[in-house]
DNA sequence: CATCGGAATGTTATACTATTACGCCCTTGC
DNA sequence: GCAAGGGCGTAATAGTATAACATTCCGATG
């Protein structure tokens, strides 16, 4: 399952798309007095060069060809802090982890999962947030850094279908 | 991490639940011709009599009670069989599986889990549903058999922070 | 200065989840 | 009979994640 990063058409500034999720990630950090480490910037970093979501042991590959070698734990903890902090998702359909644009609070992540290529859209819906805000309140659930993943059937997948 | 079945108060006909699921599973599998052979029926009951999501390997731990003992594919490859037949859902934030009541084109299973208790609630809303479908395709995805998982925290887990 | 304590990371081993690859048996249709 | 395919058994292994313990660093405190 190799990562088509060259899939989508769009081009756009990666570098700078990175370095102002970073800065943007050090800002809140200091705000909120916890420490963005060397490792878990790194990590930060890597989640982001890639614009699609990345699994633990590719981060892991990475840091490893620049480094010494460091094992699963320690990235696992990079991305725990990352995503306590809101800078980080992790989806669960592709046991892979993706940076957030809003790490502030009310945001909700959404994201559309091919069932069958994997191939995965991040989504901006108000409304849905606010429909599924007012559904999982009416539960019992709170909302505040939630996240969604809706798995579905892409075009390219479903033409011989 | 145990299943806590005795969490929800409802009591009900769990007995009738499998019965209704198994007998309905079998008019759908004879009306599409495929087979529903005795391990999948088991596979199926199994999932059906814990109301929440099951694990493969505890499914396995189940079956192998039983009979001789089997292997993990063999697991796999009834609960792949179910999946297809829009039988059982796996719900990614668990690495579980759980029966689906509509087996049936066109609906969608919506699950909101506790991001940190990973209590779950099925949803069953029409209008989630339809704001889903819209979105969803005007991206450039058909919805059918799809799965949304929502992740929030539920009120108990939400009380001290 | 000494040292205590906590946070962060390193290290080793292991648990948990899922799949690949191969072989057997049985049924169906020729 | 026997070829073909579906379903299952079995062994090995891949991929994902965590537990448990050691180490290092740094600031606070006496």
Known sequence: MS???GRSGRRHDHDGCVRRAVSAA???CTRRQVSLTPLR???LEIVWRGHEPIGAYEILAEIG???EKVGPPTVYRALEFLQNAGLVHRV???NAFVGCDHPDEGHAA???ICSKCRRVTEIEDA???RALRERASALGFRFERGAVEIKALCDDCAVGV
């Open 3 to 5: 990562k088509a990063s």
């Open 41 to 43: 910037k790194r990590v």
């Open 127 to 129: 409304g849905l947030t």
């Open 65 to 67: 060809k620049a480094r």
């Open 110 to 112: 959404q994201f559309l």
């Open 92 to 94: 669960d359909a592709l």
């Open 26 to 28: 050090e800002e809140l």
